[in-house]
C-alpha cells in the first residue's frame, strides 16, 4: 500500500485500477438492475410475501372506511402503488380508465379465492382480495408499475444486504489492485532498468521475475537485456579501442621525436620545417593525452583520493589564470557571484571540468567582451555557470555538445581548433561526482551549468 501512494494520480496504475474497479462495479450495477427488470416477482419467496401483505393492509383500510364509502367515490392513492377495486360485475369503481394490464389481470384472476401475482407489460398486479362491503363482494388489485419495482428491489438490496454490497466492493477494489500491479509492476521495472542504462550503468539488467514471465511484457524484458547486452559490448569495444590506440600511438611519437631531434642535428638549415613537424607531433600527443584522460574519466579509473574540495578557490584559480591569458586577445574572465562552498571529490577532475568549459568560452566570446563564471547553492547542490557572448550554438545540436569529438564549426567559428574531448571529459568528471551538466542559448551566447551535488556518497 505505501508503494500505491507514491505513485502519481496519472500513472498507469491508477489509471488501470480505476479502468478494472469501476467495470466490475458497473457490472455488479447492471447484474442487479437486469435481475430486476427481467424475473418475474412471483419467483421470489420474499417479494411475494411483501406485496400479499401490502394487499392485505391495503384491503384492511378500504374495509374500515366501508362504513362511510359510497361506489362513486376514488379510492386513495399511496406512493409507489396503485389500487382498482371491481364490482361483483367486473367495473372499476371510482376509476374511469383502468389500464389494460390490470384488466388483464382481472379477467385472468378473478375467480381466485387466494391472491396471485400476474406479471404484463412492466406492470406487476397482484389480487383479487376480498372484500365486503354491504354484504357485497368486490375485488381490490394491487399494482406497481416496472421501475417503481426496480427501484423498491435494488434499495432493499442496499438496505437490507449492504455487507454483502461492501463485501462485494472490497474483493473488486482488491482484485483490481492486484490486476492493475500484475501489469504496471513490470512496467515501473523496466522503466527502471532503462533510466540506469540511460545515466550510463551499462550492467543495468531487467530483473528475473519480470524476465520469467511468459506473456509480451516477458518477452520485452528479454529483449531489453539482449539489446542492453549488445549496447554495453559496443561501447566497452569502443572505448577499448580508443584506450589501446592511444597507448599503441605513445611508442611511434617518441620515436617521431626523438627522430626530429637528430634530424635538427644533421639538418640544422631546415627548422622552419623542422619547427612544423614538431608542433603536429605535440599537437598529436596532447590529442592522445586527452583520449586516455576521457578514458580513464569515462570508467572512473584514477589514483587520486576524494577529498574536500573547495569550490570557491578552485573557481578563483582558474578565472585568474584564465583571465591572464584572455587578456592578450583583448577578452576578460570575471566571477560574477562566488559563494563558499565545500563538496566532496576529486580535484583534478573538477578542476579539469570547470577549467574546460571556461576555455571553450574564451574561445568563442569575441573581442571586448567577457565571460562570466559564477558558484552558486541550491537547495542541496552547487551551481556552477559559465557564459560566454558568442554566437551560441544550433538548439538541435545542443543534446549532441557533449558527445566525445563533436563539433559545431560553421556555427561557433573558425577558432574551433579543439578536438572536441573537453566537454566529455567534463561530462565524464561531472557524472562521476553524481551531478549534471547542460547547455543553452542564452542570446547572446552559450551557457553552460554544472549542478553537483552538496553530499554526494562516493560508491566503493
Known amino acids: 500500500m505505501h508503494k500505491m501512494l507514491v505513485w502519481p494520480f496519472r500513472s498507469l496504475f491508477w489509471k488501470l485500477f480505476l479502468w478494472f474497479w469501476l467495470t466490475m462495479v458497473s457490472m455488479m450495477v447492471a447484474l442487479v438492475v437486469a435481475v430486476a427488470i427481467t424475473f418475474d416477482p412471483a419467483d421470489f419467496l420474499s417479494e411475494r410475501r411483501a406485496l400479499f401483505r401490502e394487499l392485505e393492509v391495503a384491503s384492511r383500510q378500504v374495509e374500515r372506511?366501508?362504513?362511510?364509502?359510497?361506489?362513486?367515490?376514488?379510492?386513495?392513492?399511496?406512493?409507489?402503488?396503485?389500487?382498482?377495486?371491481f364490482a361483483p360485475d367486473g367495473e372499476p369503481v371510482g376509476q374511469p380508465v383502468v389500464p389494460a394490464e390490470v384488466q388483464f389481470a382481472y379477467r385472468k384472476t378473478h375467480d381466485r379465492r387466494e391472491p396471485v401475482i400476474t406479471f404484463r407489460s412492466g406492470v406487476v398486479a397482484v389480487g383479487p382480495r376480498k372484500i365486503w362491503i354491504d354484504r357485497t363482494p368486490f375485488d381490490l388489485y394491487l399494482t406497481k408499475e416496472m421501475p417503481r419495482l426496480v427501484h423498491w428491489r435494488v434499495k432493499k438490496v442496499f438496505v437490507q444486504?449492504?455487507?454483502?454490497?461492501?463485501?462485494?466492493?472490497?474483493v473488486s477494489f482488491l482484485l483490481s489492485i492486484m490486476l492493475a500491479r500484475y501489469l504496471v509492476v513490470p512496467i515501473r521495472q523496466l522503466q527502471g532498468t532503462s533510466r540506469r542504462l540511460a545515466q550510463g550503468d551499462l550492467a543495468a539488467r531487467v530483473a528475473q521475475v519480470v524476465r520469467e514471465r511468459r506473456d509480451e511484457?516477458?518477452?520485452?524484458?528479454?529483449?531489453?537485456?539482449?539489446?542492453?547486452?549488445?549496447?554495453e559490448s559496443l561501447i566497452n569495444d569502443k572505448e577499448r579501442l580508443l584506450r589501446d590506440v592511444s597507448h599503441e600511438l605513445r611508442s611511434p611519437l617518441t620515436r617521431l621525436q626523438l627522430s626530429l631531434a637528430l634530424a635538427r642535428r644533421k639538418s640544422p638549415d631546415a627548422e622552419s620545417e623542422h619547427g612544423r613537424i614538431e608542433r603536429e607531433i605535440e599537437r598529436l600527443d596532447q590529442m592522445i593525452g586527452e583520449i586516455i584522460r576521457f578514458s580513464r574519466i569515462q570508467n572512473g579509473v584514477t589514483d587520486l583520493a576524494w577529498e574536500p574540495v573547495p569550490l570557491h578557490a578552485l573557481i578563483e584559480g582558474i578565472v585568474d589564470d584564465a583571465?591572464?591569458?584572455?587578456?592578450?586577445?583583448?577578452?576578460?574572465?570575471?566571477?560574477?557571484?562566488?559563494?563558499?562552498?565545500?563538496?566532496?571529490?576529486?580535484?583534478?577532475?573538477?578542476?579539469?571540468?570547470?577549467?574546460?568549459?571556461?576555455?571553450?568560452?574564451?574561445?568563442?566570446?569575441?573581442?571586448?567582451?567577457?565571460?562570466?563564471?559564477?558558484?552558486?547553492?541550491?537547495?542541496?547542490?552547487?551551481?556552477?555557470?559559465?557564459?560566454?557572448?558568442?554566437?551560441?550554438?544550433?538548439?538541435?545540436?545542443?543534446?549532441?555538445?557533449?558527445?566525445?569529438?563533436?563539433?559545431?564549426?560553421?556555427?561557433?567559428?573558425?577558432?574551433?581548433?579543439?578536438?572536441?574531448?573537453?566537454?566529455?571529459?567534463?561530462?565524464?568528471?561531472?557524472?562521476n561526482h553524481g551531478g549534471t551538466i547542460t547547455a543553452r542559448n542564452v542570446h547572446p551566447g552559450l551557457e553552460v551549468t554544472i549542478c553537483l551535488p552538496l553530499n554526494h556518497k562516493v560508491v566503493a
Open 65 to 85: 372506511m366501508a362504513a362511510g364509502w359510497s361506489t362513486s367515490l376514488s379510492i386513495r392513492q399511496l406512493p409507489g402503488s396503485y389500487y382498482y377495486l
Open 323 to 431: 583571465d591572464f591569458e584572455a587578456q592578450a586577445q583583448d577578452k576578460s574572465v570575471v566571477t560574477t557571484e562566488l559563494l563558499d562552498i565545500e563538496i566532496n571529490g576529486i580535484k583534478d577532475w573538477l578542476g579539469s571540468a570547470i577549467e574546460n568549459m571556461v576555455r571553450n568560452a574564451i574561445r568563442f566570446t569575441p573581442q571586448d567582451s567577457r565571460v562570466e563564471v559564477a558558484l552558486k547553492k541550491h537547495k542541496r547542490y552547487a551551481i556552477v555557470t559559465v557564459r560566454d557572448f558568442g554566437p551560441g550554438i544550433p538548439e538541435g545540436a545542443l543534446d549532441s555538445l557533449f558527445e566525445p569529438f563533436f563539433r559545431v564549426d560553421d556555427t561557433r567559428g573558425k577558432e574551433n581548433d579543439g578536438f572536441g574531448l573537453g566537454t566529455s571529459i567534463a561530462m565524464g568528471a561531472v557524472k
Open 161 to 170: 444486504q449492504w455487507h454483502l454490497v461492501i463485501i462485494a466492493l472490497g
Open 217 to 231: 511484457l516477458g518477452e520485452f524484458g528479454r529483449d531489453f537485456n539482449h539489446m542492453a547486452e549488445q549496447l
